[in-house]
C-alpha cells in the first residue's frame, strides 16, 4: 500500500477560462511542488489533448497513465448537461472516469454522437443526468460517475440555480449507480452533513483546477492509501476502504460561499439575504444565492453532526495564499511571494509537508516568525477568511486572525 494524494478534477488547455501553458510537464512539476502524486487528465475527450495523452503518456496494465519521469494520471474529464426536467432547465456538470483507453476512446465516441468535442475541453450537451449514466454503463460497468461541485449555483446538482434537492431527483433509478459526490471549494465535508439524504454517498474533494500553479492545483485533494491501480481507487470511492481523508480550503475562501452581486460589489450570509427577500440593494435583482445558503435550505440537521463513517478531513488555505496575505502582497505570482515560496520547498520537498508536518522550529529557520506562526494557524484551522461570493474568490485576513486568536479560541468553522 501507499499514501496516495489525488486531485482528480482538473482541466486541460483545450477548456476555456484555462491557462495556455498547461501541459503535463508544467502539470507533473507543480504537483511535485505541491505534494501530489496523482492526477486526473483533464478533457480526454477534446480531440487535441487525446492526442497528447496518447503521445506524452503510457499507459500500464493497471489503467493509470505515466510520464516518462514516473508521475501517473488518471484518464478523467468533465461534461456539462443541460436539458429540461420537470418544466425547470437543469444544468449539472459531471466527472467521467475511465478504467482504460480502450474504453476512453468508447466514450469519445458516445459523447461525440451527441454533440461537438472540440470546442471546449467541458463539452455541453442536451443529454439528461439519468440518460447518460445509463448510456455510459452500458458501455462499462467500470465508468465512474461523480456530480462534480454539487452545492455551486450554476452547474451543482444541488445548485441553488438550476439543481435538484436530492441525488435520486436527478438521476431516477440510476442513482444506483451513483457511490460519490464532490463538495467543491465553497462547502466542506461537516456543512454536508447537516444533509442526512446524502450520508450514504463517499466526499470527494478536488481542486477543478484550470491552472498548473500550486495556488490552484492541489487546493482540494484526496488521500488513499491503496495500491495505484484504477480498480483500488474506485473503489476506495465506493466503499470508503482505503480512503483515509479529504484536504479541503475553508468553504469562505471559495467563489460561491455567500450570496450576492459580483458586478454589485455586494455579499452577505444568509440570513441578511432573507431580510433582503434575496434581492440585491444595489442593482434591485436577484441575488446569486451562494452555497451556504442553500445547504440550509436543504438541511434536516444541526452543523456539527457527524456521521459514523464520515471520511476526515483537513482545512489548508494554500501556501502562496498565506504567503502574500502575511506581507500584503495582491499577486500571488509575485517576485517575494515565489521567492519565500520557493525557499521552503527547497528546504522540505512540498507544499503539503510545509501546511501539515513541518515543525514551527523548523520553519521559523527558513522564514520569519510572522509567517512561520501564520502557517501553524492554517494547520489548525484558525484563519480568518472573507467570503467569496458570486464568482469572487474569498480572501485570508492577516490582522484579523492574529486579533481573532489571541482574543478568544475559535469554537467551529462557523465563527468566522
Given at each position: 500500500?501507499?499514501?496516495i494524494?489525488a ?11 484555462t491557462?495556455k501553458?498547461l ?10 511542488m505541491?505534494g501530489?502524486n496523482?492526477?486526473?487528465?483533464g478533457?480526454?475527450?477534446h480531440p487535441e489533448h487525446f492526442?497528447?495523452?496518447k503521445?506524452?503518456?503510457k499507459e500500464?496494465d493497471k489503467?493509470?497513465l505515466?510520464?516518462k519521469?514516473?508521475f501517473p494520471?488518471l484518464w ?6 443541460m ?5 425547470k432547465?437543469r444544468a ?6 475511465s478504467p482504460?483507453?480502450k474504453v476512453a476512446?468508447k ?6 454522437s ?19 449514466v445509463k448510456?455510459l454503463?452500458l458501455?462499462?460497468?467500470k465508468?465512474e460517475?461523480i456530480?462534480?461541485h ?6 451543482g446538482?444541488?445548485g441553488s440555480?438550476s ?5 435520486e431527483e436527478c438521476f431516477k433509478e440510476k442513482?444506483k ?17 447537516m444533509?442526512s439524504k ?5 466526499l470527494v ?5 484550470h491552472s498548473f ?7 482540494e485533494?484526496?488521500v488513499?492509501d491503496?495500491?495505484?491501480?484504477y ?6 470511492i465506493?466503499?470508503k476502504?482505503?480512503f483515509i ?9 471559495g467563489i ?6 459580483r458586478?454589485?460589489?455586494?455579499s452577505?450570509?444568509?440570513?441578511k ?10 442593482c434591485?435583482?436577484p441575488?446569486?444565492?451562494?452555497v451556504?445558503n442553500?445547504?440550509n435550505?436543504l ?8 456521521p459514523?463513517?464520515?471520511i476526515p478531513?483537513k482545512i ?5 495564499e498565506?504567503?502574500?496575505t502575511?506581507?500584503n ?5 509575485s ?9 521552503l520547498i527547497?528546504a522540505?520537498g512540498?507544499?503539503?509537508?510545509v ?7 523548523n520553519?521559523?529557520?527558513?522564514v520569519?516568525?510572522k509567517?512561520?506562526?501564520?502557517i501553524?494557524?492554517n494547520?489548525?484551522g484558525?484563519i480568518?477568511?472573507?467570503p467569496?461570493?458570486?464568482g469572487?474568490?474569498g480572501k485570508?485576513i492577516?490582522?484579523?486572525t492574529?486579533k481573532?486568536?489571541q482574543?478568544?479560541k ?7
Amino acid at each position: 500500500m501507499v499514501k496516495i494524494i489525488a486531485d482528480l478534477q482538473i482541466h486541460s488547455k483545450y477548456a476555456r477560462a484555462t491557462s495556455k501553458d498547461l501541459s503535463f510537464e508544467n502539470l507533473e512539476k507543480y504537483a511535485r511542488m505541491k505534494g501530489i502524486n496523482l492526477l486526473g487528465t483533464g478533457d480526454f475527450q477534446h480531440p487535441e489533448h487525446f492526442k497528447e495523452i496518447k503521445k506524452k503518456l503510457k499507459e500500464d496494465d493497471k489503467g493509470i497513465l505515466w510520464t516518462k519521469t514516473g508521475f501517473p494520471f488518471l484518464w478523467q474529464t468533465e461534461v456539462s448537461l443541460m436539458y429540461k426536467q420537470h418544466e425547470k432547465r437543469r444544468a449539472v456538470h459531471l466527472l467521467i472516469f475511465s478504467p482504460n483507453g480502450k474504453v476512453a476512446e468508447k466514450i469519445i465516441s458516445y459523447l461525440g454522437s451527441k454533440g461537438r468535442l472540440d470546442y471546449d475541453g467541458r463539452p455541453i450537451f442536451g443529454v439528461s443526468a439519468k440518460d447518460l449514466v445509463k448510456d455510459l454503463k452500458l458501455i462499462d460497468g467500470k465508468i465512474e460517475i461523480i456530480p462534480a461541485h454539487c452545492l455551486t449555483p450554476w452547474f451543482g446538482l444541488f445548485g441553488s440555480k438550476s439543481g435538484f434537492d436530492s441525488v435520486e431527483e436527478c438521476f431516477k433509478e440510476k442513482s444506483k449507480f451513483i457511490h460519490a459526490i464532490e463538495t467543491g471549494l465553497s462547502s466542506s465535508p461537516d456543512m454536508n452533513w447537516m444533509i442526512s439524504k446524502i450520508d450514504k454517498y463517499t466526499l470527494v474533494s478536488n481542486s477543478d483546477s484550470h491552472s498548473f500553479w500550486p495556488w490552484r492545483l492541489g487546493r482540494e485533494a484526496n488521500v488513499f492509501d491503496i495500491e495505484l491501480k484504477y480498480s483500488e481507487i474506485i473503489n476506495a470511492i465506493r466503499t470508503k476502504k482505503g480512503f483515509i481523508e479529504t484536504i479541503e480550503v475553508d468553504p469562505n475562501y471559495g467563489i460561491y460561499h455567500y450570496d450576492g452581486h459580483r458586478d454589485c460589489n455586494f455579499s452577505c450570509d444568509p440570513e441578511k439575504s432573507r431580510e433582503l427577500n434575496n434581492i440585491c440593494p444595489v442593482c434591485k435583482k436577484p441575488l446569486t444565492i451562494g452555497v451556504l445558503n442553500r445547504i440550509n435550505e436543504l438541511a434536516d440537521r444541526e452543523y456539527g453532526f457527524k456521521p459514523k463513517d464520515a471520511i476526515p478531513f483537513k482545512i489548508l488555505i494554500p501556501l502562496s495564499e498565506l504567503i502574500a496575505t502575511t506581507y500584503n502582497i495582491n499577486q500571488l505570482y509575485s517576485k517575494k511571494v515565489w521567492d519565500v515560496y520557493n525557499k521552503l520547498i527547497a528546504a522540505f520537498g512540498n507544499e503539503f509537508n510545509v501546511l501539515m508536518h513541518v515543525e514551527l522550529d523548523n520553519l521559523k529557520k527558513i522564514v520569519d516568525e510572522k509567517l512561520a506562526n501564520f502557517i501553524m494557524l492554517n494547520r489548525e484551522g484558525k484563519i480568518k477568511v472573507k467570503p467569496g461570493f458570486d464568482g469572487v474568490y474569498g480572501k485570508p485576513i492577516f490582522e484579523e486572525t492574529i486579533k481573532l486568536n489571541q482574543n478568544k479560541k475559535q469554537k467551529s468553522l462557523t465563527d468566522f
